[in-house]
């Protein structure tokens, strides 16, 4: 496995990828709410088995917090620790911006998987692309 932060445009296509076979395909999520308006702002990161992305993330600043989003693995490749090592890279590459806070909504069945991270709830349920979700913070 490979974790990269996105520095070229087909690094960026194969991050889009995943996405959109985890959320838009798998989870329904309209393709208009998944590619936002937030991307171009964003440090992306791709997941590599090889040359073959499976799992994907994002991050930004939002109100002083490094907003961690569009966390996914391709369903072949999940509860083998690829999350868990994607979102140390992205912790580890935001702590280098400057972030000692990071926030991010949950889909409600992933709360434990962001706990076991040091991850704590900080909102009640709302829905998000017709996900139930929770905001959860962390400070490092």
């Given at each position: 496995m490979n974790i990269v932060l996105v520095e070229t445009n087909p690094?960026?296509?194969d991050a889009y990828s995943v996405r959109v076979k985890v959320f838009v395909e798998e989870q329904k999520v309209p393709p208009e709410e998944e590619l936002d308006q937030f991307d171009d702002k964003a440090m992306h990161f791709v997941v590599y088995d090889n040359?073959?992305?499976?799992g994907a993330g994002r991050?930004?600043?939002l109100d002083g917090y490094g907003k961690v989003e569009r966390i996914c693995i391709d369903?072949?490749?999940r509860e083998k620790g690829?999350?868990?090592l994607l979102m140390e890279k992205i912790e580890a590459e935001g702590a280098k911006h400057g972030f000692s806070a990071f926030k991010l909504n949950s889909q409600v069945q992933a709360i434990n998987f962001y706990r076991k991270l040091g991850y704590e709830v900080s909102s009640g349920?709302?829905?998000d692309a017709g996900i139930p979700h929770v905001t959860m913070k962390k400070h490092i």
């Open positions: 690094q960026l296509n040359a073959t992305p499976i991050l930004r600043e369903a072949d490749y690829i999350g868990k349920e709302f829905l």
